[in-house]
């Protein structure tokens, strides 16, 4: 069966406009953008390393957003991978670094664990079918 759910179709869509709301500050005005959200101090290198990361999976979430369930398991993986070593990254450094004991720290960990969650749902349910 190479039927993708509708409400799959638009999870990636509503993932595209998150990554690229996020992206979009953190790549024009890094320092300011994290400064807002509690960061005393602020590598603009690695933030727009991030920020490339958010178009990416973004742009291609938007990009294959009409396409077959091959390619949507192709890209929850990739999701899964990226949402995972992100997730665990973040919370290593929370531990090690109570400076980045932030509530926005805490706040991307779980947005980062909640897209982790539905798009393993979702790989398993493709899988499945």
């Not at 899964?80 to 805490?106: D, K």
């Amino acid at each position: 069966m190479d039927t993708v759910p509708k409400s799959l179709r638009n999870w990636f869509v509503a993932h595209f406009a998150a990554d690229i709301a996020f992206a979009l500050p953190l790549f024009l005005v890094p320092r300011e953008f994290l400064t807002l959200l509690g960061w005393a101090s602020v590598d603009p290198f690695a933030a727009r390393l991030v920020a490339a990361a958010l178009f990416g999976i973004g742009g291609e979430s938007f990009l294959s957003r009409k396409a077959s369930a091959a390619a949507y398991k192709a890209m929850l993986r990739l999701k899964l991978i990226w949402s995972g070593s992100a997730l665990l990254g973040m919370s290593l450094t929370v531990l090690q670094f109570s400076a980045y004991r932030l509530p926005s720290s805490y706040l991307l960990i779980i947005v980062f664990a909640l897209f982790n969650a539905l798009w393993l749902y979702w790989l398993r349910r493709l899988n499945r079918a």
